[in-house]
């Protein structure tokens, strides 16, 4: 039986939190009533922050004719969503670097961003109107195994290199065996305490179960377990494609589509991925 969310917080402790120029951030980019020069000047207090927002400014993805030189034209040019998902995304990018248990930090890594870049892309192109959330839900979706990996660094880390180094064994089971409760439970401690939207938090919690979201985001969760399943058999990630089975099966259920019909769309998301090479370099 999977242990309360009293207990799991009992159990983990201190969740590490949102990073300070991240929660201002957030808080000004959904104050309606809040300013460009507000959240340049909370933003330029974090030199790697200005850094990367410069960056993909100026990326590939907008082809600017001139040069994004300051961090108010780079608001100007990209908007408040925008900042906000680079917000979120180097927030996420250094709790999945922070874990030292030889977790394979890096690759954890470049497997959400995968999984995002693929869900949203999946989401465009089937005409889906949420696709930043969907990016976002993708980033987060297990991040819970970076904050079990930070809590837990000795057994854990044991326990990502045993289904590293044996495909066949299933993490989630693992986890719940050893621990009492999965990634997925963690994750969502985890997007509560930061205070993220509700898609992003039921997305964490369900991406092995999609059906189980509640209706609102079902369609969320579903595009990312489809993002998921695709960075796996791009072998970005630990685990075999086929420890998504079940998952994926749902994804297509819920977004009545057949195997065929997903294979028809797999060249042009394949296509997006590589338009994308720029921002995950950048980020
Ligand atoms: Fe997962
Ligand atoms: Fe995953």
Redesign the pocket.
Known sequence: MPITPQELIRNLGDLPPLPQVAAQVLRIVGDPDSSTDELQRVVSTDQALTAQILKIANSAMFGMMREVKTLTQAIMTLGYSTIKSVVIASSAKNLYNRGSSGLQERLMWE??LV?ALAGRAYSRQLRFARSEEVFLAGLM??IGKSVMGIKFPDRYGAMIRTVYNNEQLDTLELELETFGFDHTMVGEALMKSWNLAQSIEQTVRW?HEPMDTPPENRSITAMVALG?QL??ELNI?VGKPESLAHPTQQALEILNLTPELLEGHREAILQALELDKSLITGL
Do not use: F, I, K
């Open positions: 497997h959400a999984t979706h297990d991406h998921n960075a796996l990630g």
